[in-house]
């Protein structure tokens, strides 16, 4: 990636358009009233992003984002839909036409984390932070639906704007997120053909990155509880060591992705958590192990659970000691429908220039977007966010991610490009005539 070339704001907003040819949905002249918006709106849009910035909520709690957003797209006018799996908002946009329905998706929620930016509008929340850039994300969503509000006379079709709620986890005991979206209704009336959506990425502003098929992966949890017995620290002979039986347990796991699995095939097995003991002069009856799985495929995530627990249960009844495993699949990758993606990247190609739309290897990452895929077609890419001047380059998740903001109009003019090509590509479907 060419971390040091300068982008300007012309390019970000208006230098692009040149680039439309006839063949697409959205005209040359559409495309410059696309820009000619996406500037006019720019700096609200921004505005409302540091609002979102500065007042972050965690998963299911997202109430005053909410009403940010209801007020926001029931002053353009949309059909709106409150309280969607707890906090969840949607906002129907119809065309001026009758035809198909497609949707946009955006999460609303943010982190446990302390920010650390020192940005003039970093969190008023303490120990809540966007740092995963889902306040981008709704940026890009709302001004997607402020250009294209504008456009409605030429829109053959609807369009949902959706701003879920828990992404990022939920507080014990309680559902929400995608999941709970779908439950609740989401992709119906009307029925919604197709789904686009996008995250944050720390690479290049003004660039997208991209792959058919998985993008990200399987994410799954696991627990291990290694039980052996008490003795003395000076008599280790009496008892059954549940540390070294761990120990032992942690190393045979990382054989099981280096020497079990088809290296063609990835996966990721960590262990982010061990807890056992008591004292340093006690032999500990008890270790717990916790970590994360991460497949591509569906062979590996129902292999390597089975593997695993072989390992546990072969080294602890070796020395005299008991176990429990949990696993627990939590969620599923994120497909690129290979269809939809054919028809689609065409058209984030047209927008951006065929080297600022980059391949990516699939991510073990993980995102609920998923859970639309298994219901309809997903469309879905990385954002660039990262400045050129940027003195140091932060992870999704740090204290101190900050994306630069230039990245907004970029989604936006992708994300009204897809949608309005998305449309067109689902009424000319329509229109097909039927096989004999």
């Given at each position: 990636?060419?971390?040091?070339?300068?982008?300007?704001?012309?390019?970000?907003?208006?230098?692009?358009?040149a680039?439309?040819?006839?063949?697409?949905?959205?005209?040359?002249?559409?495309?410059?009233?696309?820009?000619?918006?996406?500037?006019?709106?720019g700096?609200?849009?921004i505005?409302?992003?540091?609002?979102?910035?500065m007042?972050?909520?965690?998963?299911?709690?997202?109430?005053?984002?909410?009403?940010?957003?209801?007020?926001?797209?029931?002053?353009?006018?949309?059909?709106?839909?409150?309280?969607?799996?707890?906090?969840?908002?949607?906002?129907?946009?119809?065309?001026?036409?009758?035809?198909?329905?497609?949707?946009?998706?955006?999460?609303?929620?943010?982190?446990?984390?302390?920010?650390?930016?020192?940005?003039?509008?970093?969190?008023?929340?303490?120990?809540?932070?966007?740092?995963c850039?889902?306040?981008?994300?709704?940026?890009?969503?709302?001004?997607?639906?402020?250009?294209?509000?504008?456009?409605?006379?030429?829109i053959?079709g609807?369009?949902k704007?959706?701003?879920?709620?828990?992404?990022?986890?939920?507080?014990?005991?309680?559902?929400?997120?995608?999941?709970?979206?779908?439950?609740e209704g989401?992709?119906?009336?009307?029925?919604?053909?197709?789904?686009?959506?996008?995250?944050?990425?720390?690479?290049?502003?003004?660039?997208?990155?991209?792959?058919?098929?998985?993008?990200?992966?399987?994410?799954?949890?696991?627990?291990?509880?290694?039980k052996?017995?008490?003795?003395?620290?000076a008599?280790?002979?009496?008892?059954?060591?549940?540390?070294?039986?761990?120990?032992?347990?942690?190393?045979?796991?990382?054989?099981?992705?280096?020497?079990a699995?088809?290296?063609?095939?990835?996966?990721?097995?960590?262990?982010?958590?061990?807890?056992?003991g008591?004292?340093?002069?006690?032999?500990?009856?008890?270790?717990?192990?916790?970590?994360?799985?991460?497949?591509?495929?569906?062979?590996?995530?129902?292999?390597?659970?089975?593997?695993?627990?072989?390992?546990?249960?072969?080294?602890?009844?070796?020395?005299?000691?008991?176990?429990?495993?949990?696993?627990?699949?939590?969620?599923p990758?994120?497909?690129?429908?290979?269809?939809l993606?054919?028809?689609?990247?065409?058209?984030?190609?047209?927008?951006?220039?065929?080297d600022?739309?980059?391949?990516?290897?699939?991510?073990?990452?993980?995102?609920?977007?998923?859970?639309?895929?298994q219901?309809?077609?997903g469309?879905?890419?990385?954002?660039?966010?990262?400045s050129?001047?940027?003195a140091?380059?932060?992870?999704?998740?740090?204290?101190?991610?900050?994306?630069?903001?230039?990245?907004?109009?970029?989604?936006?003019?992708?994300?009204?490009?897809?949608?309005?090509?998305g449309?067109?590509?689902?009424?000319?479907?329509?229109?097909?005539?039927?096989?004999?």
């Open positions: 990636m060419n971390r040091n070339h300068k982008l300007t704001s012309v390019f970000l907003l208006s230098a692009l358009s680039l439309a040819p006839l063949g697409f949905a959205v005209d040359r002249k559409t495309a410059q009233e696309i820009d000619a918006r996406i500037e006019k709106y700096p609200e849009i505005q409302i992003r540091r609002s979102l910035h007042n972050p909520e965690l998963s299911n709690q997202e109430v005053q984002t909410a009403d940010l957003l209801i007020s926001k797209l029931r002053a353009l006018g949309l059909e709106v839909k409150t309280r969607v799996a707890t906090t969840g908002v949607v906002g129907l946009l119809r065309g001026a036409a009758d035809g198909p329905t497609i949707a946009i998706r955006a999460d609303m929620d943010a982190l446990p984390i302390e920010e650390r930016t020192g940005l003039e509008f970093q969190s008023r929340n303490k120990g809540v932070m966007h740092a850039g889902h306040d981008i994300h709704m940026s890009v969503a709302l001004g997607t639906a402020y250009v294209l509000n504008g456009l409605k006379d030429r053959r609807n369009i704007f959706i701003f879920q709620p828990a992404e990022e986890g939920l507080p014990a005991g309680q559902e929400g997120g995608a999941s709970v979206m779908i439950k989401v992709l119906e009336n009307p029925t919604v053909r197709a789904i686009f959506g996008l995250h944050v990425w720390p690479d290049t502003v003004g660039s997208v990155f991209f792959t058919e098929g998985a993008i990200m992966g399987h994410s799954d949890w696991f627990q291990v509880t290694v052996g017995k008490n003795a003395h620290g008599r280790p002979q009496e008892g059954v060591d549940a540390v070294v039986l761990a120990s032992e347990i942690v190393l045979a796991f990382q054989s099981i992705i280096s020497r699995v088809d290296p063609t095939d990835p996966a990721v097995l960590t262990i982010g958590k061990i807890n056992g008591a004292r340093s002069n006690v032999i500990a009856d008890q270790v717990v192990l916790e970590g994360t799985v991460r497949t591509l495929s569906e062979r590996n995530r129902a292999l390597i659970p089975r593997l695993m627990e072989g390992v546990v249960k072969n080294i602890t009844s070796a020395y005299g000691g008991d176990y429990a495993f949990s696993y627990i699949q939590k969620l990758a994120v497909i690129n429908h290979p269809g993606a054919k028809l689609m990247l065409p058209t984030v190609k047209n927008v951006l220039g065929e600022r739309v980059q391949s990516i290897k699939p991510q073990f990452v993980s995102e609920d977007f998923a859970y639309y895929g219901k309809i077609p469309f879905f890419f990385f954002l660039g966010v990262n050129p001047k940027a140091e380059v932060y992870p999704l998740h740090s204290p101190n991610f900050s994306p630069d903001e230039q990245s907004i109009p970029v989604g936006i003019r992708v994300m009204t490009h897809l949608l309005l090509d449309l067109e590509q689902q009424a000319r479907t329509d229109k097909r005539p039927a096989k004999s």
